[in-house]
């Protein structure tokens, strides 16, 4: 069986953030650029957090609304990141025990990727082709 790394199957870029931004703004972002999460960075692209569209249901929930919190009030800080050299089995392990469906992909502390579940439905997609 061949090894399947990180760095086959990322997407990239990826849309990020600044931790200071409106939801309603990091809403639009996600809609204009059809993503299902942002990733918030500091000014030298280092991770800050995640903020997905689940976050958002759970916020309206509460009755937040998106213009009067920021994505630092709201995104994920404990995150599970890995790096572009790993197997893609770790990220798919860590996607099924954490019931997640984004992993930021970090140089260091730098933002370079994200897997996505799409990703590897789109990689599984074209291994199954004739």
């Known amino acids: 069986m061949v090894e399947l ?17 409106t939801l309603g703004d990091a809403a639009e972002t996600m809609i204009r650029h059809d993503v299902g999460a942002v990733v918030a960075v500091d000014d030298s692209n ?17 009755g937040s609304t998106a213009s009067d919190v920021t994505v630092a009030e709201s ?15 770790d990220v798919v392990d860590a996607m099924l025990e954490e019931l997640i469906h984004h992993v930021p992909v970090v140089d260091g502390n730098e933002v370079v990727g994200m ?4 990703d590897l439905a789109a990689y599984l997609g074209r291994s199954l082709e004739p």
């Open 115 to 118: 897997v996505t579940t799409f």
């Open 75 to 89: 995104m994920r800080t404990d995150v599970v990141t890995t790096q572009r050299t790993a197997p893609a089995t």
């Open 5 to 21: 790394y990180v760095d086959q199957i990322m997407s990239r870029p990826v849309e990020t953030v600044s931790p200071t931004t």
């Open 46 to 62: 280092g991770f800050e957090g995640i903020l997905t569209a689940t976050d958002f249901v759970l916020l309206a929930m509460e």
